[in-house]
């Protein structure tokens, strides 16, 4: 299908991400950058490059009224709009992977996005131009505000690749999370990013749990989240943490992270069955559901090798064969599964 595609982003001291930028984003029909008050040369960098910009003053800073802002500047007759931030970049083929699955009717695309190498997330940063603002100051979540029919798209394919800049964060992420459980106290998503966010920030964690507590407490929220919920209540009350760890494997059942600390909590405990058990359910999760609230460890070769220590112990070669596989399937370079496979494929199996 042939589409009429618009991007647009916000700019503040971006000049040495823009070349990238730039280059990655050629092939759409449109293009605005708003700027919101650069002191370097950015906005000059991006118009030696044929990129028109605009500029905004958005006070008090919150970042919904600064990605609407940049979307207004994009022109009527488009048929699909994109938000790509500076420190982003699209992958090569992204228009015409885009063009294979847009049908007329649809209003938005998830796709894949790499915000660290190896840490892939599904992302909505592609909408129909017309009938979506964002909302939420911090953390902001695209709201189809003309209550139109929604139908979403699901393109299975790496689209974003971000690089942030080492040490970058936002340090009114706390303060403006504040503003939008104020402003949305019955947003599930709103109260998860706060709740996380007081951990970050390092608050005492009588204040963390409340909050964790209250969360957990409203409806809403998807089995991701409150599986991290309960990972944290598990972590800020030890005495409790196997009943937290346990729920939060009832919530998600297919990620890996829960059983992964429960096999971890029976190897200190000396407890190898038990670890064996668990690590059996953690090496079982396919890396592809990795999101925002995963924990990627859990998705690299840790559970596996928790598993073929425990089956080492148990004198069980078959299963730490097992688990050897396992964890070389997802680290192929690893010197000592590499040896340890060695070893035992020489050995009896039983």
Not at 171 to 191: F, G, T
Not at 315 to 325: I, N, P, V
Request: net charge negative.
């Amino acid at each position: 299908m042939s589409l009429h595609i618009g991007i647009y982003a916000l700019a503040k001291n971006e000049a040495v991400n823009v070349p990238r930028w730039e280059e990655s984003c050629r092939e759409a029909d449109a293009r605005i950058v708003t700027d919101t008050g650069s002191t370097d040369v950015t906005v000059a960098e991006l118009e030696a490059r044929g990129v028109p910009t605009r500029t905004a003053s958005i006070l008090p800073w919150r970042w919904d009224d600064a990605h609407n802002a940049a979307m207004q500047g994009l022109p009527e007759g488009l048929d699909v709009a994109i938000r790509l931030d500076l420190d982003e970049a699209l992958t090569p083929g992204w228009r015409e992977a885009l063009e294979a699955v847009w049908t007329d009717g649809a209003t938005r695309c998830r796709c894949r996005y790499e915000w660290a190498p190896g840490e892939v997330i599904w992302c909505d940063r592609i909408h129909a131009r017309s009938g979506f603002r964002w909302r939420l100051a911090t953390h902001e979540w695209l709201h189809a505000w003309d209550g139109a029919p929604q139908r979403e798209l699901d393109l299975d394919k790496l689209l974003f690749v971000q690089r942030r800049r080492e040490g970058k964060k936002w340090s009114h992420d706390l303060s403006l999370l504040e503003v939008a459980v104020r402003e949305y106290p019955n947003d599930a998503r709103a109260a998860w990013y706060l709740s996380r966010e007081l951990g970050f920030a390092g608050r005492p964690a009588d204040e963390q749990t409340a909050s964790w507590d209250r969360y957990l407490a409203m409806p809403g929220g998807n089995p991701h989240e409150r599986a991290f919920a309960l990972r944290q209540l598990a972590k800020l009350r030890p005495a409790e943490a196997r009943r937290y760890l346990t729920l939060a494997t009832l919530e998600s059942p297919a990620e890996p992270e829960a059983y992964l600390a429960l096999a971890y909590d029976c190897q200190q405990k000396a407890d190898p069955a038990g670890a064996l058990y668990w690590a059996g359910f953690a090496v079982q999760a396919p890396p592809q559901l990795c999101n925002h609230a995963s924990d990627y460890p859990a998705y690299g070769a840790l559970p596996a090798e928790i598993g073929l220590q425990a089956a080492i112990q148990l004198g069980r070669a078959a299963e730490a064969l097992h688990f050897c596989r396992a964890g070389l399937a997802r680290n192929p370079e690893h010197a000592e599964l590499l040896d340890l496979h060695a070893d035992l494929t020489a050995q009896p199996q039983r």
